[in-house]
């Protein structure tokens, strides 16, 4: 289930205007990003494209044995790897997860706003000539769809779309209750994606990648298969955004949790002890289970907070994977988040 507690965002931020809120997140974007902000096309997660550029030699445990130049392999008797520049020209697709859980949030931002956020950080990082940008976002009345197009206009008009979308509530927590239909999750969300891209290019997904995580933390997750699909075939960024109150609980008495999705109640106290040790134990698994996860399907994780500073996460992940990138043979390199 997941857990949410009661709790506003920072009211000032959520008071503003979408407009506003766009300004101010262009600037933060464009201030902190700046040196990121080259239009070249290895700036979010550089990795293989399609152009021949070589080869190196073979890297155990980093690089996979599909990429392997057996020419020069058999002329070397040295396992060599083909290098490829970035393609010319990118297409990043965005999967923006809008579902309730996404709301929560206490600190200065909600999820939901951390995610426009990132969305943002994206798109000016691999804008370009030519780059392309195209997103599906997943709602409670089903998926909205933005083709791949270029341009800051583009880019502007999904960021205000994220930003003034209607805020999603759960439902009604009353016995009997009609089913309602069920909203796309997120493995339909990665299905529509790697049904639509056909190009090589960067696929984004954003969420907190709580759909459908089963108890067993042995059983894959039901949008993991998907993932690893996309993986084959493009390079893969999950950026999964988290609250401090979804990992550990404030002792401060007796509080309500809610489960967004299903609009389920339970009166919990927080004054015990063990209680918070079971929650926090309970939530570090869980996120455990989705990084283990994530690693399983090939993609890059960034995991971000709402209590963090966002921008600089994403700078520090950008530059380990330049060095991961521009690491020469042999040396030792850092692993990413």
Do not use: C
Not at 293 to 313: C, E, F, I, K, N
Request: glycine letters at 8%.
């Amino acid at each position: 289930m997941r857990r949410a507690v009661a709790a506003p965002a920072d009211p000032g931020l959520a008071e503003l205007a979408p407009d506003q809120r766009l300004r101010r997140l262009e600037l933060t974007v464009t201030r902190r990003l700046n040196g990121l902000l080259h239009g070249q096309y290895r700036g979010l997660l550089p990795g293989p494209g399609s152009e021949p550029a070589g080869s190196r030699e073979y890297r155990p445990g980093e690089d996979e044995v599909r990429r392997m130049d057996w020419a020069v392999t058999a002329r070397t008797a040295v396992p060599h790897v083909r290098q490829v520049d970035a393609d010319r020209e990118l297409t990043t697709w965005l999967l923006v997860d809008g579902s309730a859980s996404m709301e929560f949030g206490t600190a200065e931002l909600d999820k939901r706003e951390l995610a426009v956020a990132a969305v943002a950080a994206v798109g000016f990082l691999t804008a370009g000539v030519g780059n392309r940008l195209g997103a599906q976002v997943l709602r409670a009345d089903g998926v909205r769809r933005f083709p791949a197009r270029s341009g800051r206009t583009h880019l502007l008009a999904l960021l205000r779309s994220l930003l003034a979308a209607p805020r999603v509530t759960a439902p009604p927590d009353r016995p009997g209750r009609a089913p309602t239909a069920r909203p796309p999750d997120l493995a339909d969300g990665l299905g529509a994606l790697h049904r639509i891209a056909n190009r090589r290019g960067l696929v984004v997904v954003v969420s907190d990648f709580l759909d459908g995580l089963p108890d067993d933390p042995g059983e894959a997750a039901p949008w993991e298969r998907t993932m690893r699909r996309l993986a084959v075939r493009h390079q893969v960024l999950a950026i999964e955004v988290t609250d401090p109150r979804e990992l550990e609980l404030p002792d401060v008495g007796l509080i309500t949790l809610v489960d967004p999705e299903t609009g389920r109640h339970r009166e919990v106290s927080t004054s015990d002890r063990r209680l918070r040790e079971r929650y926090a134990e309970a939530a570090a698994a869980q996120r455990e289970q989705v990084r283990q996860a994530v690693r399983r399907s090939g993609a890059t994780h960034l995991p971000l907070r709402t209590d963090g500073d966002w921008s600089a996460d994403i700078v520090r992940h950008v530059h380990a994977q330049r060095r991961l990138a521009a690491a020469p043979s042999g040396q030792p390199r850092g692993g990413a988040a």
